[in-house]
């Protein structure tokens, strides 16, 4: 079986996708609010950060590393490896709950508490502005600089907040577009052209399009995609809500007209993740936008497409489609009394040796160069894949209220998807909620 890639020079591949696993953090529950502590700037963070604790950034030692269990085997290797050659400065693992609600409160309290148990975090890439506004996060720079120059981009800008690096991806994942090929031979190189095949799918009495808007996290994730899509942002660079603005509604406007028009499935409005995939391996729907993880099910034996599906980047209005990112970013407690240690660990998580680690894993390395490696496309021939899904990919709103954004773009899309409200007047109200969470 091929994988094709139109308007892009991806080679036709064949191969077995990234595991659950690196969806996990692509689309986890929201997190409570940002704190009392948060502050609009950077400045504020940076001046926190130097009164924080009495150790200086060039105070090395022991650190311990936070992150949820639900991917730590992919670090103990990298722990390992790193506390073999730093005997003097190790790195002891603290695993977090799998939740990531739970995770998070977690590291809330501690950081609340003025803490120093946890050195380094990995947090999940939504919870990275909330953390950096509340004060609690060291600011890369100066010293405590970490070259993210060989990263993939949307990575970087997911660990940036107001124009400042605040921690250091490490892994990553990017949403794609699943095709029955039996259904549809051609793939579709723009969202009118895949509108255009769900007429033909009507006539098979199949689906044509699923993917996840039931209200949670998913549903924020695919409105994003497609307000993005068709040129337009949730915030823009001044943490702004930008919901109502023209192409903003022209994003949400063709997600409601698509799913009106029977494009998307109706079944979509009660989907996640597992329903889409479901409905996929089933060989009730055409197409299918979902985490890679969705390939190797498509691959099994009792798939009812195995043999006979292609994947691609996502389409929107004018070509390849946006992708939102999942994954984790690390970052540097304000508190930690090692902090130089912490900088060079970080740092060592992106080496080449372990970003090809991850990848073998099927964790989704942040390291560009992973993706047009030779020989690792030769075992995963799917990798230029994702790489061209994750260049054009954006980081969710990057804002410390990202809960409260995340809830009115929820609220209101579902909305208008369901016939409550119109389009005009869910970007409206969007925009209304977005203004008071950030006041």
Not at 29 to 43: E, I, L
Not at 134 to 156: C, F, I, K, R, Y
Request: with cysteine.
């Amino acid at each position: 079986m091929t994988i094709r890639f139109n308007r892009r020079a991806v080679t036709a591949v064949a191969a077995t996708a990234f595991l659950a696993t690196g969806a996990l953090t692509a689309c986890s529950s929201d997190s409570d609010d940002a704190g009392d502590a948060v502050t609009s700037g950077s400045s504020a963070a940076s001046s926190a950060a130097k009164e924080a604790t009495s150790s200086d950034d060039e105070a090395r030692g022991p650190i311990t590393f936070a992150m949820g269990k639900n991917d730590t085997d992919k670090l103990k290797p990298v722990i390992e490896k790193w506390n073999t050659e730093h005997p003097d400065e190790e790195v002891t693992l603290k695993e977090l709950a799998g939740e990531a609600d739970e995770q998070a409160d977690t590291l809330k309290q501690a950081l609340q508490a003025k803490s120093t148990d946890y050195d380094v975090m990995a947090l999940d890439v939504i919870w990275t502005a909330e953390f950096a506004a509340n004060q609690w996060l060291e600011p890369l720079e100066g010293d405590m600089a970490v070259d993210t120059s060989g990263l993939l981009q949307s990575t970087v800008d997911s660990a940036t907040y107001v124009n400042k690096l605040y921690a250091v991806p490490q892994n990553t994942n990017g949403q794609l577009l699943f095709r029955n090929t039996a259904l549809v031979p051609e793939a579709p190189e723009n969202f009118g052209e895949l509108a255009e095949d769900c007429k033909k799918v009507s006539e098979q009495d199949k689906d044509c399009l699923t993917l996840q808007l039931k209200k949670y996290e998913g549903l924020t994730v695919n409105t994003v995609g497609f307000i993005e899509g068709w040129g337009g942002h949730v915030i823009d660079s001044d943490e702004k809500p930008v919901v109502d603005s023209d192409d903003s509604k022209a994003g949400l406007k063709a997600l409601v007209d698509a799913y009106d028009d029977g494009v998307i499935a109706g079944d979509s409005i009660s989907a996640t993740e597992e329903e889409t995939n479901l409905a996929f391996t089933e060989g009730r729907t055409a197409f299918a936008i979902n985490w890679p993880y969705m390939y190797g099910n498509a691959e099994k034996d009792n798939s009812a497409v195995k043999g006979e599906f292609e994947v691609q980047p996502l389409v929107a209005k004018d070509g390849v489609g946006v992708s939102t990112l999942g994954g984790y970013n690390n970052a540097i407690s304000v508190y930690s009394e090692h902090k130089a240690t912490a900088r060079d660990f970080i740092e060592f998580i992106i080496s080449e040796d372990n970003q090809m680690s991850f990848a073998e894993a099927s964790f989704p390395p942040v390291l560009a160069s992973i993706y047009d490696d030779e020989d690792l496309i030769k075992e995963f021939p799917y990798m230029p894949a994702l790489k061209v899904s994750l260049e054009n990919a954006v980081p969710r709103p990057v804002s410390p209220f990202y809960p409260a954004i995340s809830k009115a773009i929820q609220d209101n899309s579902y909305a208008a998807l369901t016939g409550e409200k119109s389009v005009d007047d869910a970007a409206s109200d969007m925009q209304a909620a977005m203004e008071q969470a950030s006041r």
